[in-house]
């Protein structure tokens, strides 16, 4: 089941570490797969299909149809059409307070310094499926896309064996603005989306959770194409304190842990008594679940109930751990978030469950994992979007600082580029110039203000 066990405990390190093995495999597996489909295009989706999920499709029946998305439209209950426009309302709303201004900006002296801000043109965008439904993965990776104003959204997601998509996921396809749906997933999906294919034009950035195969064909891709993150299985941290109600702690553990046997679970708590409690709820609440196969596996594998000195030290752990979604089931909860230093997302109080984040609160739930919230952020606008550089300066500025560019350029042996700034320095001054002020601060004026995005 779980063990209680101390923050000093070897055992934590080993938590922390939660690399997978199987990595070199499934890498060699994947460099495979990402050749064939660039040498074979569609044959090799088809085929790769074929293999690991059981459906027969040809070049020509990649693409989802208008037809069937409409088809889907009728096969969902209002239900959940209506539950799916309340989190596209919400993920909506929060995804518009991300949008940046391009802007520029006159020193006064003559320079005249910007940035253009411009969303990406064509991204892919996964989504898990084959035997499982994710229309909230489509919500929470398409609409900040449309916000940031992307044109196309290409969305892969495995098929089921006879062919077809989820019908939930097609609607929530059609209502997130996607341009374009391929039934394809793994390794062979991400290939397609890089390198493109007869049937499949090649996107700009792949966003988007996967398994293993998925993950490490976004990291051989990058560089052909920008990637979001490296996401890996999904994990919750709960830091509680003694007030902590156990029933919460362990429902929201298993939340997690039916997601995938290599999901993480862990408690830090300075309680043992509510660590003696929570261990109890996981036992009868796991007994009821319908995936308690595949949340008994993650507990087993990943949970824990570590016992801290006190919640200082557990802020500590949960700071080194980088957790995925991180729980601060505290009395205080906002006592203890300017403490917090790396989590994907962080939810404050016994009312803000992870799956609260997961469907309706607004913020993508694709956020980093494995540690990665060290140095990654979760999916949001910005990451459809590309920033570019302005630079302008008057002739009369440029005579000031001449001299000091050529100095640089000289010390790196680049005589070229000190000559292109010599030749203006050497040029007489032509009659009639522009003044400064006008080339700068009437331009400026022009962009600023201007801001990208459209839903």
Same mark, same amino acid.
């Given at each position: 089941?779980?063990?209680? *066990? ?15 093995? !199987? ?9 495979? *797969? ?9 044959? #090799?989706? %088809? ?23 409409? #088809?889907?439209?009728?096969?969902? =209950? ?25 802007? %520029? ?65 097609? =609607?929530?396809?059609?209502?997130? $603005? ?6 394809? !997933? ?35 891709? &990058? ?10 299985? +999904? ?19 298993? =939340? ?47 949970? =824990? ?45 016994? &009312?803000?469950?992870?799956?609260? !984040? ?21 999916? $949001? ?22 001299? +000091? ?36 601060? $009437?331009?400026? !004026? ?10």
């Amino acid at each position: 089941m779980i063990n209680i *066990i101390n923050a000093g405990s070897p055992e934590v390190e080993r938590l922390w570490r939660r690399h997978p093995s !199987g990595r070199e495999e499934a890498a060699a597996a994947v460099a495979e *797969i990402l050749a064939a489909v660039k040498k074979e295009g569609d044959a #090799a989706v %088809c085929r790769y299909t074929k293999t690991f999920d059981g459906a027969a499709l040809t070049p020509q029946t990649l693409a989802v149809t208008p037809q069937e998305t409409a #088809a889907a439209m009728t096969q969902v =209950a209002k239900s959940f059409l209506d539950a799916m426009d309340l989190a596209a309302e919400n993920i909506i709303a929060y995804h518009r307070r991300q949008l940046v201004n391009s802007w %520029c900006e006159p020193d006064g002296r003559g320079m005249f310094l910007g940035q253009l801000v411009r969303p990406l043109n064509r991204v892919g965008i996964y989504v898990p499926g084959g035997t499982a439904a994710y229309p909230s993965s489509v919500l929470m990776n398409a609409l900040p896309a449309r916000v940031a104003g992307v044109k196309e959204i290409v969305m892969a997601t495995p098929p089921g064996q006879d062919g077809r998509i989820n019908p939930h996921v097609l =609607a929530a396809a059609a209502r997130a $603005g996607v341009t374009e749906i391929y039934k394809m !997933g793994g390794a062979q999906a991400v290939a397609a989306l890089a390198y493109g294919t007869a049937a499949i034009r090649p996107v700009d950035k792949i966003a988007g959770p996967g398994n293993l195969y998925v993950t490490l064909a976004k990291k051989q891709v &990058y560089g052909v194409v920008d990637i979001d993150m490296l996401a890996g299985p +999904s994990e919750v941290l709960i830091i509680a304190d003694a007030e902590a109600d156990a029933r919460y702690i362990a429902a929201d553990m298993l =939340a997690q842990a039916e997601h995938d046997p290599l999901a993480a679970a862990v408690l830090l708590t300075p309680d043992r008594s509510l660590a003696a409690r929570v261990q109890s709820e996981l036992a009868a609440q796991l007994a009821r679940l319908p995936r308690r196969e595949t949340a008994a596996r993650a507990l087993a594998g990943q949970g =824990a109930i570590i016992v801290t000195a006190d919640l200082e030290e557990a802020i500590a752990l949960a700071n080194r751990f980088a957790p995925e979604h991180l729980e601060l089931a505290v009395a205080d909860p906002f006592a203890l978030l300017g403490r917090v230093t790396t989590a994907g997302a962080v939810f404050l109080g016994a &009312y803000a469950p992870e799956p609260l !984040g997961d469907y309706l609160a607004g913020p993508s739930h694709v956020l980093p994992t494995g540690g990665t919230a060290r140095f990654y952020s979760p999916l $949001g606008v910005d990451t459809f979007l590309k920033r570019t550089s302005v630079i302008s300066c008057s002739r009369e500025l440029l005579q000031e600082l001449g001299p +000091s560019i050529i100095a640089l350029a000289r010390v790196e042996g680049l005589e070229a580029h000190a000559a292109a700034i010599g030749v203006r320095l050497a040029a007489e001054k032509q009659p009639g110039a522009v003044p400064a002020a006008e080339t700068t601060e $009437g331009k400026a !004026g022009q962009l600023n203000g201007r801001k990208t995005g459209a839903a």
